[in-house]
């Protein structure tokens, strides 16, 4: 059953690049994909430590930081990083959508965890 599995992930590999290759004129882009998860992955980045989040949460004022970052920073402070409105680490919320396409990055690409 693995071996099938195998096989069948082969085929879809290449079927795959074979329909790119046909209908690459109506995929203008697929040029640009490697450029476009580059920047979708900096954007994944805590604007705090400038590294790559794992546990990213929102702040009342829309913000996205590292969990742990913020929660630290919050130690030195009540005032939001960026905003200056008043903080409280309870009203931070999980950023959902950051976290599924982080587990996807990490799924996917190794190199995500490194730097």
């Known amino acids: 059953m693995k071996d099938n599995l195998m096989e069948a992930r082969e085929l879809f590999k290449e079927r795959k690049a074979e329909f790119v290759l046909q209908h690459k004129q109506n995929l203008p882009y697929c040029d640009g994909i490697d450029k476009l998860l580059e920047e979708l992955e900096d954007q994944l980045v805590c604007p705090l430590t400038l590294s790559k989040m794992i546990d990213p949460v929102i702040s009342t004022d829309g913000h996205v930081f590292e969990r742990e970052s913020i929660t630290q920073v919050k130690d030195g402070g009540n005032r939001e990083p960026f905003s200056r409105k008043s903080f409280t680490k309870n009203k931070l919320r999980p950023n959902y959508l950051?976290?599924?396409?982080?587990?996807?990055?990490?799924?996917?690409?190794?190199?995500y965890l490194q730097a």
Do not use: C, G, P, W
């Open 98 to 111: 950051a976290k599924h396409v982080i587990d996807i990055f990490k799924r996917h690409n190794s190199r």
